[in-house]
């Protein structure tokens, strides 16, 4: 859903990956410490009900994962290793965001959400089949098919996540819940959207 706002993102990020291109930075460096400052936010601050103040932290980091490849593109050093490891580290930045989210629910700072450990549940859920979207994606393309879309794409899950836990933060009650709750469902349509097309391709290289 928000890759339709690609174009805007780029035209903001484009003078900060300047910035750091005029000063040599590696885009590995930056793509090393935002994941480093994600799961810091994430591990420190959900857990100890910090919520909102965790989601600043969070979000400024997230912006190193649009910066470095903006960086990598701007200096001709798009790489496959690049991709690779922005892939890789964009999992772990993601399970520490979902995993703050879960250490909270079953943590003494939750004791104002009912069931907390029903929504730790809920939220492990949403992290387990988020990933498995990923994975999903990874396999198929290293098999020659293609997966496009999908009601979950991870821009979408941190945003659903990050603003359920903002809102969540400052008083609005259930928002936390409502956005696992969401996460988990659109995350497990997305993997069945996926797996779909697949055997859709499959079966269409068999009959050919």
């Known amino acids: 859903m928000l890759e339709r706002f690609r174009g805007a993102w780029t035209a903001v990020i484009a003078p900060i990956a300047a910035f750091f291109v005029r000063r040599n930075v590696s885009p590995d460096v930056i793509t090393v410490v935002g994941t480093v400052g994600v799961c810091v936010g994430a591990l420190v601050c959900f857990p100890n009900g910090w919520l909102w103040q965790g989601v600043v932290v969070?979000?400024?980091f997230v912006f190193a994962d649009m910066v470095d490849g903006q960086m990598a593109r701007s200096?001709?050093?798009?790489?496959r290793w690049g991709a690779f490891l922005d892939s890789s580290l964009d999992r772990l930045g993601d399970g520490a965001v979902f995993g703050g989210i879960v250490l909270f629910f079953v943590g003494r700072h939750a004791v104002d959400h009912p069931?907390?450990?029903?929504w730790a549940a809920v939220a492990l859920w949403a992290l387990v089949l988020g990933q498995l979207t990923s994975y999903v994606?990874?396999?198929a393309e290293s098999l020659n098919f293609t997966t496009v879309g999908g009601l979950a794409a991870r821009a979408d899950r941190?945003?659903?996540i990050l603003l359920g836990a903002?809102?969540?933060g400052l008083g609005v009650p259930w928002a936390l819940e409502i956005a696992v709750t969401l996460l988990a469902l659109g995350s497990s349509v997305?993997?069945?959207?996926?797996?779909?097309?697949v055997r859709r391709?499959?079966?269409e290289q068999v009959d050919a």
């Open 58 to 60: 969070i979000t400024l």
């Open 75 to 79: 200096t001709g050093r798009s790489s």
């Open 115 to 118: 069931y907390p450990t029903v």
């Open 137 to 139: 994606k990874a396999r």
């Open 158 to 160: 941190l945003l659903v």
């Open 166 to 168: 903002f809102l969540a």
């Open 190 to 197: 997305t993997v069945v959207q996926r797996i779909a097309q």
């Open 201 to 203: 391709q499959a079966v």
